[in-house]
């Protein structure tokens, strides 16, 4: 199987910046896409930044502009820099990968989320 693990989150005051990391590890092949969603309370789940395995990148308009995502060098990695935070970004955030395992296939994995809090 594989797994996802997010690290980075936290509480940050208004116009503060957070960087948020998510290692994949397992069975794996390769990863093709890579990206994050976020989850408000009493909001459904929506997609922050995605990234494909060639670098191209996508924003919800609502961070364009303040977050970056990349990818490592390993490629089994994804970050999400977050500058200019606003109370709005307060969400659980969720890192997802596209994966081909060794032996079932590509199928679409999920993190547990990691919290980030931006209130003064």
């Known amino acids: 199987q594989v797994q996802l693990v997010e690290s980075g989150g936290g509480l940050v005051q208004p116009g503060g910046s957070l960087r948020l990391s998510c290692a994949a590890s397992?069975?794996?092949?390769?990863?093709?896409?890579m990206g994050w969603y976020r989850q408000a309370p009493g909001k459904q789940r929506e997609l922050v930044a995605a990234?494909?395995?060639?670098?191209?990148?996508n924003y919800a308009d609502s961070v364009k502009g303040r977050f970056t995502i990349s990818r490592g060098n390993a490629k089994n990695t994804v970050y999400l820099q977050m500058n200019s935070l606003k109370p709005e970004d307060t969400a659980v955030y969720y890192c997802?990968?596209?994966?081909?395992?060794?032996?079932?296939?590509?199928?679409?994995?999920w993190g547990q989320g990691t919290q980030v809090t931006v209130s003064s």
């Open positions: 997802t990968a596209e994966v081909r395992t060794l032996y079932e296939g590509v199928n679409d994995y």
């Open positions: 397992g069975s794996i092949f390769s990863i093709h896409n």
């Open positions: 990234i494909t395995s060639g670098g191209d990148t």
